[in-house]
């Protein structure tokens, strides 16, 4: 019996998921460093963390993720940290009472396991301002043929009918995964 991904998302937030180590990643702070502050989203935006380091910064930002429990312990961070963001309970690729545009939209993880990827870049290119950016961080599928969450090459070619490709840095994630960081520019 397979589970609802969002009951399954759910559960993890009652520990500690592995994805969410409570620290913003070098790429968005120097992201943050080099670009005025403006207003984002943050797509798959967990406990906030992330949402938190960009209101410090003086970003306006809102937060969306499906996983209600996350959301929860988002509103209370928000609050210990003392500073102003809204995050919502939603789906990515429909991003119901979301309206842009937004300067910088953030997915760290997000993306690289939806299903409807179109439905999610048409969301995307919709509150996204013109020249916005998208900071995006992915793992790879390593096998094409198995359904499972990772990015693909026919998913970046999908990709570039919505964005153009600013940089990308490819790595590993924490598990040996080859994955990689990219920044695109809506059209």
Known sequence: MKLPRHFVFNL??????????GISPPELLE????????????????TATNVITLAKAGWQVTGVDFAGRAIRLARRKIRAAGVHARVQ?????RLSGIQGPFDLAL?????????????????????LSPHGSWLLYVFFNPHPDQVGPGLLQTD????????SLVWR???LDGRGRAAAWFQFEKR
């Open 31 to 46: 992201y943050i460093r080099n670009h005025p502050p403006g207003r984002a989203i943050d797509m798959g935006c967990g």
């Open 12 to 21: 993890w937030y009652f520990g500690k998921p592995p994805w969410d180590r």
């Open 156 to 163: 970046l070619d999908l990709i570039q009918e919505y964005m």
């Open 169 to 171: 840095q490819d790595s």
């Open 107 to 127: 997915d760290m993880g997000c993306f690289h396991g939806v299903e409807d990827k179109r439905a999610y870049l048409n969301e995307l290119t919709r509150i």
């Open 89 to 93: 309970v939603g789906d990515v690729t």
